[in-house]
């Protein structure tokens, strides 16, 4: 595959930004352990940095890079760590290194694709509630969707305060964990203002329809972050969870969530240990929804969220989602681009 570097990786090189003329020099090979061929060597001639082809990938620094793309498959379809781990050969320690990895270029991958999203649409916003380690500590997770595409704008989660009832040996439990930690905090409300301040960040100003159920903070919440841009429309959360239900695209989309992701799964062994795991393994849900997956079954294959919603011409595969790196905002390398040369920006001004 031809290769030129597409800008300098410094982002303080004035290459990086403006990459002109003969801007790099080529200095050699190298042969990385996890690679059949050589990799060329450049020297950016601004800044002298050395680099080579890796810098600029996801796999970068990659023991087993041949191993990414089945585990995002694996990681994007209900199975746990450990088991995908075993399946193609990794230590649970290498499988949650690589997650780390996976969450954060996927988080880029995602912000990057969908800065900008068209106003005059209706989104849809409800929270999931799972734990971490054990059921004394709840987590909420707000998902924001938008409603004719069921594009993912934002997943967030935090923690939550949830007693048991009274005498229960669960209140027990919580309140000798309380009196050793201090009291738990509870972050539904800015977790919920995060979703909703990121929606409002990519659509400006125009108008938009949030729907939701009847909880009493959201309607204080629409109204502080899009103020007469949001009309909000609610719907009781006890109505039949049927396709008639306005709620039902966000409904199926939690449902998805448990689906795709195991340890949001009821009844399951699978567990989230960590608050801050459980937003790496939204964060890959999120691109494979958007980007992998078309929208309904009966759809095209090419029909996803972020093709309807014209962010990219087509749908994404796995192993385009971790190709490039993701850290440059419009400026990272277009996933679908086999030779660097084009960015998200250029590629999501040619997409009608
Ligand atoms: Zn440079």
Not at 123 to 134: H, N, V, W
Not at 145 to 159: D, H, K, L, N, Y
Request: net charge positive.
């Amino acid at each position: 595959m031809q290769f030129d570097p597409p800008r300098c990786p410094n982002s303080l090189c004035v290459a990086h930004h403006k990459p002109e003329g003969r801007w790099y020099l080529r200095k050699g090979y190298y042969q990385p352990a996890c690679r059949s061929g050589p990799v060329q060597r450049y020297q950016c001639r601004h800044c002298l940095i050395g680099f080579s082809a890796q810098t600029f990938r996801h796999d970068c620094g990659d023991r087993k890079p041949w191993c990414n793309v089945p585990l995002f498959d694996y990681l994007t379809s209900g199975v746990g760590l450990r088991q995908s781990g075993r399946m193609v050969g990794l230590t649970i320690r290498a499988v949650q290194g690589k997650l780390r990895k996976f969450g954060r270029t996927c988080l880029g991958l995602h912000e990057n694709l969908s800065s900008r999203l068209p106003g005059n649409r209706s989104f849809l916003l409800d929270e999931e509630e799972t734990y971490e380690r054990s059921k004394r500590w709840p987590l909420t997770m707000p998902v924001l969707i938008e409603r004719e595409t069921w594009f993912v704008v934002a997943v967030e989660a935090g923690p939550i305060r949830r007693l048991a009832r009274k005498g229960s040996k669960m209140r027990a439990l919580q309140d000798a964990d309380e009196e050793r930690q201090g009291r738990r905090p509870d972050h539904s409300r800015q977790c919920v203002r995060k979703v909703l301040e990121l929606l409002r960040q990519r659509v400006g100003d125009a108008a938009i329809t949030m729907l939701t159920d009847k909880k009493g903070s959201y309607a204080t919440l629409v109204r502080g972050v899009f103020g007469d841009a949001a009309r909000h429309e609610t719907t009781a959360g006890k109505n039949p969870r049927t396709t008639y239900n306005p709620l039902f695209p966000i409904n199926s989309t939690l449902a998805m969530t448990r689906d795709n992701n195991g340890r949001l799964r009821r009844l399951s062994w699978l567990v989230t240990k960590l608050c801050e795991c459980l937003l790496r393994q939204t964060a890959i849900f999120t691109v494979y929804r958007n980007y992998v997956r078309q929208r309904f079954n009966r759809d095209p294959r090419n029909d996803t969220p972020g093709k309807l919603l014209k962010l990219v011409p087509r749908a994404l595969q796995s192993r385009e989602v971790l190709a490039w790196r993701q850290d440059w905002g419009g400026n990272s390398i277009d996933p679908m681009s086999c030779d660097a040369r084009t960015t998200i920006r250029a590629m999501q001004s040619q997409v009608v």
